[in-house]
């Protein structure tokens, strides 16, 4: 991944609405490893887009969708992406209750994908 200035707040938000990615928080959390900062978020890209295909194929068990879902939410928490952990969180929770519709867990699913997209398309954007 080439060299980014991740220490910024430029991070996709949307009228004062949540970023895609908190790069303060990521900063705090790297004490401010510019390195270490690009090294986890391009784990987390990597990672984003496999735990997410994961956790949404409907021909896995349910426990192990569950725990992509898991994944990707502390993946999200480490590089501050709150929207990808929050959606990430509903999607264990309904594949872990007892029989939710599955309504409810394909909407749980397509909102996990808008959250990953949103917040990779932030790594383009810093990439480029």
Known sequence: MPAMSVAT???SSVSGAEPALDLIHLARQTDGDL????????????QSASLLAQSANPVTARRQRA???HKLRGSALAVG???????????????GEGAPGVQSIEAAVAALGVAVEA??????????
């Open 9 to 11: 707040p430029a991070s």
């Open 35 to 46: 390195e270490l900062q690009q090294e986890l978020l391009a784990l987390f890209d990597r």
């Open 67 to 69: 725990e992509a879902a």
């Open 81 to 95: 992406a709150g929207r990808v952990a929050r959606a990430a969180a509903a999607l264990e929770a309904a594949l």
């Open 119 to 128: 917040a990779r398309a932030v790594l383009t954007r810093l990439r480029d």
